[in-house]
């Protein structure tokens, strides 16, 4: 019993030293760790930081020996499974990662960067020392002069968007350009009173990308970060102008005139002024498109409906507009809250839906893949290449996007500039209203039906907003289509109808409709055909921002032209629309082209 002790002793002393031995045999004597493992921006000998606005790329010494590296991002310096935010294998230097890291900050560091060598065999080098950084905004958005009806701020490096909150109408809105609208000051009562001074404040947006939702979870990132709110800004508005619609400029990072076309390098506003039309009528709202070509048919984007004299797209701010005179009397005395625009249309009754409105979840973003070792789960990096096989290969990692993070499509494809360009024209919207209609249902509507039967249903059209049935049970719907007797409504009914139920059009529905705008004075007599109106300019496309989503491409310009969408010209004012243009550039042009655009009629 006295020799059993010992020799169990000198047997653990034998199996420690067997452990040691083969974690020695693990790494390669032969490389050497990486040393000078930095962070960069723009280039690898840029001077050393430790604080980014934008995920950096990373750099280190070549280490001789090495085939093959190694590289690890983490939110702590243990670099745990849970905290690993990319793992990556590249055969040069340096590495890019296909993410956007959020502003993330921490005593010292918070986020932890490291990279060894792989000998041709797989077996690695020891680890490079640790690189802390940490993701923070350097500079807060400040006020550039614009023109009447916007505002306009300086970008912030890192940002993906921005929440602009206007102090007056206590109203928070999000764009991912660097100007905004002021519709809420303007819509239902354009005096100074009401738009001749903008309280604002305005803070910038830097959403998450490229990780995928459930490590996120675990290493507590924040979907999107944030940087703080500015002080209150102050911007005033000269009295707004009356007299022939005409577009003015394109503004953004850069201002584009017809005299003076420059490049947006984001989505820019469109700033125009007056308020008449070609059939010489007054209007108070307006719509912004943009088509792919010089005459306005094929359109690629629709702005939403607002009484200001410039639009600029958002995320969330479609005003909602009213549906009855009641309504629009009291927004009168308001400011419009953000909300659905209703059934609008051009002047042949084209439906309208703006881009704003449009749901993200109709924005088909697909999967998006970097071709690249970006994961941190795709398997293990280490092992040697085979014989047979050659070196391992890596499934291509995909990029996670966040819908909540994209929004509607409110910017544009980039086109080649200064060839290639976009147009874009401002059109007149007016009201239409009509009577009241009072009749009854031919035979039962039964609840979650969409089709029902009304005795005048061939007095009806398409938008016409109806109630149905009377007491607690009656509802509102909206026709979707009518022939005859048979009427398509939306939404579906709640409640169930009998034959006979009265059904009344709402007197006072309202309708927005494209009117056209004032001709240039120094046109020639226009064909006879359905054009759009309205003026009409082209813009160039720009580059992508580096710290931007890969979505959908931005950027734009302007040059004038004079036209108008869905509305025949009197004869008074057909005249061939002249002007300059201003462009827009980009590498890629999406188009879409309306079914009416190309129709034409002949008096």
């Not at 030293?17 to 493992?37: D, E, F, M, Y």
């Not at 849970?82 to 986020?111: C, D, E, H, N």
């Not at 400011?335 to 625009?341: D, I, K, P, R, S």
């Not at 006979?500 to 004075?521: D, K, Q």
Request: net charge positive.
């Amino acid at each position: 019993m006295r020799f059993a002790r010992p020799a169990a002793v000198v047997l653990l002393a034998l199996l420690l030293v067997s452990g040691a031995g083969a974690a020695t045999r693990a790494q390669s004597p032969s490389i050497a760790a990486p040393k000078n493992l930095h962070g960069f921006l723009l280039r690898a000998n840029e001077p050393s930081r430790d604080t980014f606005t934008r995920t950096p790329s990373f750099a280190w010494q070549p280490v001789a020996g090495a085939s093959r590296y190694e590289f690890q991002l983490a939110t702590s310096r243990t670099f745990a499974s849970g905290a690993l935010l990319a793992r990556k294998t590249t055969r040069t230097p340096a590495v890019s990662l296909a993410m956007a890291l959020p502003w993330i900050t921490g005593t010292p560091y918070s986020l932890y960067a490291r990279v060894r060598g792989l000998a041709p065999d797989g077996s690695p080098s020891p680890w490079s020392r640790l690189f802390g950084f940490n993701m923070r905004w350097t500079s807060l958005p400040t006020p550039l002069d614009g023109m009447p009806g916007l505002i306009r701020w300086t970008p912030v490096d890192g940002a993906t968007a921005y929440q602009v909150w206007y102090l007056d109408p206590n109203k928070v809105f999000r764009t991912q350009t660097t100007v905004a609208d002021e519709r809420e000051y303007y819509t239902f009562h354009q005096d100074a009173t009401w738009s001749g001074t903008v309280h604002w404040r305005i803070r910038a947006v830097r959403a998450l990308y490229g990780v995928d939702g459930a490590n996120n979870a675990r290493n507590g990132l924040p979907e999107t970060s944030y940087g703080p709110w500015s002080p209150v800004y102050t911007s005033t508005n000269t009295p707004f102008t009356h007299g022939t619609l005409a577009g003015v400029e394109t503004i953004s990072d850069s201002i584009s005139t017809a005299a003076a076309p420059a490049a947006h390098h984001v989505m820019p506003a469109f700033a125009f002024s007056g308020d008449t039309g070609l059939d010489g009528t007054a209007t108070e709202l307006y719509r912004v498109y943009v088509a792919t070509d010089r005459d306005c048919v094929n359109i690629v984007f629709r702005g939403a409906v607002v009484g200001s004299p410039a639009y600029a797209p958002r995320w969330n701010g479609t005003l909602g507009l009213p549906l009855t005179s009641g309504e629009e009397l009291a927004d009168r005395t308001k400011f419009l809250a953000a909300g659905a625009e209703g059934f609008t249309t051009m002047a042949d009754n084209t439906p309208v839906t703006a881009n704003e409105a449009v749901a993200p979840d109709a924005v088909d973003l697909g999967p998006i893949s970097s071709g690249e070792d970006d994961s941190p789960s795709n398997g293990d990096t280490d092992g040697p290449p085979s014989p047979t096989r050659g070196p391992s290969k890596f499934a291509p990692a995909t990029l996670a996007v966040d819908k909540a993070n994209v929004g509607p499509p409110v910017d544009l494809w980039d086109t080649d500039w200064p060839t290639g360009r976009y147009y874009w024209t401002v059109v007149p919207v007016a009201v239409a209203v009509k009577a009241a209609l009072s009749t009854t249902l031919g035979g039962t509507a039964a609840a979650g039906t969409s089709a029902i039967t009304v005795a005048a249903g061939d007095q009806l059209t398409v938008g016409d907003v109806l109630t149905i049935g009377t007491g607690p049970a009656q509802e509102t719907v909206t026709v979707v289509s009518a022939a005859g007797t048979s009427v398509t409504i939306s939404p579906v009914l709640t409640n169930t109808h009998g034959a006979g139920a009265s059904r009344t059009r709402i007197s006072s529905c309202h309708r927005t409709r494209a009117r056209p705008v004032a001709s240039s004075p120094s046109a020639r007599p226009a064909s006879r055909r359905w054009r759009r109106a309205a003026t009409r300019r082209s813009f160039p496309g720009s580059p992508r921002r580096a710290s931007s989503p890969p979505r959908r491409a931005r950027g734009l310009r302007s040059t004038a032209r004079r036209s108008s969408p869905g509305s025949r010209r009197s004869p008074q004012a057909r005249t061939r629309c002249n002007g300059a243009r201003r462009a827009i550039r980009s590498s890629q042009q999406r188009r879409r082209s309306s079914p009416t655009a190309r129709r034409r009629r002949s008096r």
